[in-house]
């Protein structure tokens, strides 16, 4: 009776959650796909923020007379 109650517990989440599976390889290649995610939006947030700088404040030989003609 235990292992059929847990078995219909496991079933439950399982339906509950969306989660075909329950086995470590799905978590890992979760757990990677956001790591991932996460080095993306830091590198795009550190080019950003370069761009950002360099339309703040140009480098001075953008500035000069000869960048005008």
Do not use: W
């Not at 086995?23 to 923020?49: C, S």
Request: charged letters at 15%.
């Amino acid at each position: 009776m235990k292992n059929g109650l847990q078995n219909f517990l496991a079933y439950c989440y399982m339906c509950y959650t969306g989660k075909a599976r329950l086995d470590k390889t799905q978590n890992d290649i979760h757990d990677k796909l956001i790591l991932v995610g996460f080095v993306l939006l830091f590198i795009l947030g550190i080019i950003i923020g370069c761009a950002i700088c360099f339309l703040i404040q140009p480098p001075s030989y953008f500035s000069t007379e000869l960048a005008f003609l």
